[in-house]
């Protein structure tokens, strides 16, 4: 079976009343764990995004808290599973204010982690890409915003 176009779809669940919508969401849900997940978002969490951020961060808390320090190789591995992870929230809630405020306290925390990432060049290079990508959300921001972020990404550079 061949996928249809968004348009198509749009087209299609314009002609769905309340209560068909509501069935095709529900057995959306049961397919794939993300859907379900986006779905909590979009119900339950997008009204406080500052609520939002924190459970990230305290769910990022708790990963970093579990990295097996034995090797670098197990290092990396849950370094890339955790940016992952912060990578789909941040799909989730698609403002680039979160993007950068996530984006930021993972670059915080990968360099506070001990055994020092500079040990490692493919851990600095994570991080490097990950400020890489802080400064492109940063740039689509307000003024305000952008100087409030470059404020902490520049004190998170200097350290």
């Known amino acids: 079976m061949k996928a249809v ?6 087209d299609e669940l314009s002609h ?6 509501k069935e095709l969401c529900l057995h959306l849900s049961k397919f794939k764990k993300e859907n ?3 779905l909590t978002y979009l119900l339950f969490e997008s009204h406080d995004e500052d609520q939002y951020i924190q459970s990230v961060k305290d769910q990022m808390d708790v990963h970093f808290s579990e990295i097996n ?12 599973k955790i940016l992952t992870l912060t990578k789909k929230y941040i799909r989730y809630s698609k403002k680039k ?9 993972y670059c915080k ?14 851990l600095q290079n994570v991080f490097d890409s990950q400020v890489k990508m802080i400064r492109k959300a940063i740039h689509k921001l307000h003024e305000d915003l952008q100087y409030d972020y470059q404020l902490e ?7």
């Open 5 to 10: 176009t968004v348009k198509q779809l749009k």
């Open 16 to 21: 769905k009343s309340a209560n068909e919508l």
């Open 97 to 105: 204010e979160t993007e950068a405020e996530l984006l930021l306290y």
């Open 69 to 80: 320090t034995k090797s670098f190789f197990y290092i990396r591995k849950s370094m890339r």
């Open 109 to 122: 925390k990968l360099k506070e982690f001990r055994p020092s990432i500079k040990r490692s060049t493919r």
């Open 153 to 159: 990404l520049d004190n998170l550079l200097d350290d």
């Open 36 to 38: 379900k997940e986006l």
